[in-house]
């Protein structure tokens, strides 16, 4: 049994969904489950629609109407003649935030948020699965939210491993020897049935937990690019792909953020000692990336850019040295503040990190800090990181920059850096 996990991209029109059918149709062995993401970029235009609906701005409708066009547009591309249930299925979804957004927000904005955003993956499944079907492929559309159970932390579900496990054997494990499988990305359910998600970008991650709850044999996520670079081509003029990658390696470059696969993705896989397969939805014929438990390093070095990260450097007022006392407070306020931190570096009367430079939070932030702590603030800075670094990596990025941090382990060298003046 296998997990294929498409992402917006793959599903952005109407030929990226024939071209799923296609994979799918390509693929001999018969138990699949397919985990999709919302079509193209409709995730942005949900979120915006769920914030101007919270700000009760005019243009909520519009946004809305929006979203349906090209949802509705896309399906009359696919499906000849008005008699597809995909119409009336996809119609009565949205009709969900239509009665939604009539009235003026009356609960918590994560959670609206989450009703909002989350109908982007049912929709996309429904069209899917509906395509499928339509092209003699078996295929039963089910819905995450029954499976993939979380806690009531809207916009970031914290996953119920357990509960989600004995679900997903129990309920959806026998399905999976009838029918190929279509399910969501990205949303999951409390155990009142009530919609979250996961975090943005979150599908590479549910379709990780569908492959850990079945034991499945492999997964594969298919991508735009041939499988994971050592660097990104908005960066990099030359780019190399990695033939096969460790477990190890792929945890180390996707939370340093290589955005190729989401960060929380390896962890489940490598515990189940699943392999995970990245490839290409433009050229499926391609070998792509093999990521399992092979302990070889990478054979090339590898980067990752970035951008827009603030500095903020922090000093005891008394000149007293930092030491824990003064790091758990620290700590505990990057924590309160929900600022996550790229690098840091100490020395005995100062602590700077590098975040992402999110100004709303990070002036709540040194608020707080200033308290206590003098604080500095530095911005427009780029992070670069290179893992298997060597010296000539190191100047080959460094050029007309001026490193301002740089943190260095055996096989990992991070530095905060800015365009020389
Ligand atoms: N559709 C969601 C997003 O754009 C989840 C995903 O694509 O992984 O964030
Ligand atoms: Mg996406």
């Not at 995730?43 to 919270?54: I, R």
């Not at 590479?204 to 079945?214: M, Q």
């Not at 990104?232 to 792909?241: N, S």
């Not at 390696?249 to 392999?275: C, F, M, R």
């Amino acid at each position: 049994m296998e997990i294929f996990k498409f992402g917006g991209a793959s599903v952005k029109d109407a030929d990226g969904v024939r071209n799923l059918a296609n994979i799918v149709r390509d693929y001999k062995q018969t138990e699949l489950l397919i985990v999709v993401s919302a079509m193209g970029k409709i995730t942005d235009k949900l979120e915006a629609l769920a914030f101007a609906y919270l700000e009760q701005s005019e243009q909520t409708h519009s946004i809305f109407e929006e979203v349906k066009h090209f949802h509705f547009s896309l399906i009359e591309e696919l499906f000849e003649g008005k008699n597809n249930t995909v119409y009336d299925d996809v119609a009565n979804t949205f009709v969900e935030i239509d009665w939604l957004i009539e009235d003026e927000p009356d609960n918590d904005a994560d959670y609206i948020y989450d009703q909002i955003v989350s109908i982007g993956e049912v929709v996309s499944t429904k069209i899917v699965a509906a395509w499928l079907n339509e092209t003699n492929n078996k295929a039963l559309w089910v819905d995450a939210r029954n499976y993939i159970k979380t806690d009531n932390s809207y916009r970031e579900g914290k996953v119920d491993w357990d509960k989600t496990y004995q679900t997903i054997q129990r309920d959806l494990l026998p399905e999976m020897q009838k029918n190929i499988i279509v399910t969501q990305g990205f949303i999951g359910g409390t155990s009142e049935n009530y919609t979250t998600t996961l975090g943005r970008e979150g599908s590479d991650y549910s379709a990780a937990i569908f492959a850990s709850c079945l034991n499945a044999s492999a997964l594969t996520i298919w991508k735009d690019v041939p499988g994971v670079l050592n660097a990104d081509p908005k960066w990099f003029d030359e780019t190399e792909k990695i033939a096969q990658l460790s477990y190890h390696d792929a945890i180390e470059l996707t939370y340093y953020g290589a955005t190729v696969i989401h960060p929380k993705t390896i962890k489940p896989l490598q515990n189940k000692g699943i392999p995970l397969f990245v490839r290409s939805f433009i050229e499926p014929e391609g070998s792509g990336t093999a990521i399992t438990k092979e302990s070889n390093p990478l054979p090339v070095p590898s980067f990752i850019f970035k951008v827009n990260q603030a500095l903020i450097s922090i000093f005891p007022r008394d000149y007293s040295f930092i030491i824990e006392e003064n790091l758990s407070t620290i700590f505990e306020l990057f924590h309160q503040y929900k600022i996550k931190i790229n690098t840091m570096l100490n020395s005995a009367i100062s602590f700077s990190v590098s975040v992402d430079d999110d100004e709303e939070k990070i002036k709540k932030l040194i608020a707080a800090l200033s308290t206590q702590f003098t604080v500095k603030y530095n911005k427009n800075l780029e992070l670069v990181t290179i893992r298997y670094y060597n010296q000539q990596t190191i100047e080959r990025v460094a050029v007309e920059k001026d490193i301002l941090l740089e943190v260095k382990s055996r096989h990992t060298c991070q530095m905060v850096m800015k365009n020389k003046a």
